[in-house]
């Protein structure tokens, strides 16, 4: 087995199982809004998937252009089994902290598992890893120089004027795949790359375009190239603005008007 195979299998697996606990914690909410109590349980399932963002967060510290040799690996997918974030520590409850060693337990034995496997299978991923804090600092200051970047704030929500090659949209315009998709084709067409996220607060991210998804979640946020010949960011104030030659690409769209 190659070690991308595992790598690849231990992030959807994480990716799932997040999904699967939020679900289910959702749908307790909507239970107990209704009139049925289930706070309990509701506290043994979010500690879950605090963790297993947790552990997310570190796998996808190891760079899949460059994973050490298996048997390594699966030393370094362990370790990432006691990953801590601010959600984690400390824990809130006796409860809880059951809960959350049960799932480090559940991701260790599932590495184990895959590891004694020669034949396992899966499909792959495109590429995202967790930038080191030098990194995310350097492309930070790289915006700054280019383009005007405040800590990690851009237009339209800084006292700098305005440069006449961006395009100010708004962010509800973006909730849909297809605007997105667009967005993306505009960078393909350009040459693709891999592109940088800078996020308000949480991880930093270096993804295939195939990822890239202009959007507040919750935190701002900052993408750009290693070429810095574009600029995009999603503010809390419902806008995206994009700088530079995406900015011009998306705004020869027949459909842009309606963005605006």
Do not use: C
Request: net charge negative; aromatic share 10%.
């Amino acid at each position: 087995m190659e070690s991308l195979t595992l790598h690849v299998t231990a992030r959807r697996y994480l990716m799932a199982r997040y999904d699967e606990l939020v679900d289910r914690y959702t749908e307790l909410l909507g239970q107990e809004r209704a009139g049925f109590g289930h706070q309990p349980e509701a506290w043994r399932i979010f500690p879950r998937y605090n963790v297993v963002a947790a552990i997310l967060a570190r796998v996808e510290q190891l760079d899949p252009d460059r994973l050490p040799a298996l048997p390594r690996l699966v030393d370094e997918l362990e370790k990432a089994a006691t990953a801590q974030s601010a959600f984690t520590t400390p824990a809130s409850s006796k409860v809880a902290a059951a809960a959350m060693a049960e799932e480090r337990g559940l991701f260790s034995s599932a590495v184990r598992g895959w590891a004694d496997r020669h034949d396992l299978q899966v499909a792959p991923l495109p590429y995202r890893r967790v930038l080191a804090p030098a990194e995310s600092a350097a492309r930070q200051q790289a915006l700054h120089r280019r383009w005007g970047l405040d800590g990690r704030m851009w237009h339209p929500m800084i006292a700098a004027p305005m440069p006449p090659d961006v395009l100010v949209l708004a962010e509800a315009s973006l909730w849909e795949e297809e605007p997105v998709e667009h967005v993306r084709a505009a960078l393909r067409e350009r040459g693709g790359g891999r592109v940088t996220e800078l996020r308000e607060y949480g991880e930093d991210y270096l993804f295939d375009v195939d990822l890239f998804a202009p959007r507040y979640t919750g935190a701002e946020g900052v993408w750009s190239d290693d070429t810095l010949s574009w600029i995009a960011y999603a503010s809390h104030e419902g806008t995206v603005a994009f700088g530079g030659h995406l900015a011009t690409a998306l705004a020869a769209w027949p459909a842009i008007d309606r963005w605006r």
